[in-house]
């Protein structure tokens, strides 16, 4: 069977290279004579291709020296969780509310201290990054939190908040698409399963002036000062996941690193808008100011023909376009791993389909 365009939000595509390379690994790896699944994570083998992951993600991404890179387990949510526990010194962090997975960091904190929701986009279903210019942030906050790309409402963010506390990022679906200056955060997060590898892996960039501050109910596997001075082998982590990592950053660097992936995105992602904004049929959700590159969100304005448009497109190899249940219309999540031909088809579907519908 022929590998289809796959447009899910997430997990989703993995780089055909990262594909293969497992594949030919995944009953013997180099010499070995086992599987990387079957390695001890304490064994040479398996700390040299641990090493050698950070060591390309510190690459690829120009992590200073002085932050930390964790492998985590329990995806980004755990994070959630993680984040005040690992954090909240004087109990009190500022939020910015500007989709489902903001609301849900937030959410979770408010368990463990003070949680100021400084800007909000919910009153308007999220279609935008509320204004930060306007919003008081409090002073003596341990830190601010922002998901910089909202994968479900398809925005991001066009500049990082003039802030003192440090910048607590779920970078979960734009890590990788573009560079970040990663000196401007104290923390970057992501889920794997968007732009990095398997689900349930979280990589975690911590500044290592912020270890250090766990509250003693943190739980020792969460407690990121834990993690790091075990070089995130408290327990087994996923082994399996971390390789896989290993084999996209690899990949990565091979094609010109996030520079040159930056430049396709970008190609990628105005393809789709530019035909969204001379469509009759088809209309972007989200605010032009701030539309995503990883994720674009569209509708037709008529749920049947949105539904048919789903199904019609499926048929065609171009699968997972469906919205998230509380947006409904479309979403096309054209992640790091979507080529540039799988959007080309997309749109040139979408012409067909307007023209046949009009
Ligand atoms: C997917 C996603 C999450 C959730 O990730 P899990 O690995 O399922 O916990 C959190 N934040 C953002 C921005 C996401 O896109």
Redesign the pocket.
């Known amino acids: 069977m022929e590998r289809v365009f796959n447009f899910s939000?997430?997990p989703s595509m993995l780089a055909q290279p990262v594909l293969e390379k497992a594949q030919r690994d995944l009953i013997c790896y180099g010499t070995t004579g086992m599987s990387v699944m079957e390695m001890s994570h304490r064994s040479k083998m398996y700390t040299d291709i641990f090493d050698q992951t950070v060591a390309n993600l510190r690459k690829v991404m120009q992590i200073p020296d002085d932050y930390e890179v964790l492998f985590l387990q329990?995806?980004?949510?755990?994070q959630f969780s993680a984040i005040p526990l690992n954090l909240m010194v004087n109990g009190v962090a500022d939020y910015v509310d500007s989709?489902n997975?903001a609301h849900?960091?937030a959410e979770e904190a408010k368990r463990y201290g003070t949680v100021n929701i400084v800007a909000t986009s919910r009153p308007d279903n999220y279609t935008y990054i509320p204004d930060l210019s306007k919003a008081t942030f409090t002073p003596g906050a341990d830190y601010v939190h922002i998901?910089q790309?909202?994968?479900i409402y398809g925005t991001r963010y066009t500049a990082l908040p003039e802030v003192e506390a440090p910048i607590v990022c779920?970078?979960?679906?734009m890590i990788l698409s573009e560079p970040m200056d990663v000196s401007k955060y104290g923390v970057i997060y992501a889920?794997?399963?968007?732009n990095i590898g398997p689900?349930?892996l979280?990589v975690l960039i911590v500044k290592k002036s912020l270890l250090g501050n766990a509250s003693k109910i943190c739980p020792k596997l969460m407690n990121w000062t834990v993690q790091a001075d075990k070089g995130s082998m408290y327990n087994t982590p996923n082994t399996w996941g971390i390789y896989l990592a290993g084999l996209t950053f690899e990949w990565l660097l091979s094609i010109g690193g996030i520079e040159a992936i930056h430049e396709v995105n970008k190609r990628k992602a105005a393809l789709l808008y530019d035909f969204l904004d001379e469509s009759k049929l088809f209309k972007g959700t989200a605010q032009a100011e701030f539309r995503s590159l990883m994720n674009v969100t569209f509708v037709t304005g008529d749920a049947d023909m949105d539904a048919a448009f789903v199904k019609a497109a499926a048929a065609q190899g171009l699968v997972n376009l469906k919205g998230h249940r509380t947006v409904g219309g479309m979403r096309a999540s054209i992640y790091n791993a979507m080529p540039e031909e799988g959007v080309k088809k997309l749109v040139a579907f979408m012409k067909q389909f307007e023209a046949d519908n009009a």
């Open positions: 939000p997430g329990g995806g980004a949510t755990e989709g997975f849900l960091s998901c790309n909202n994968t779920d970078a979960s679906s889920g794997a399963q968007k689900s349930g979280c």
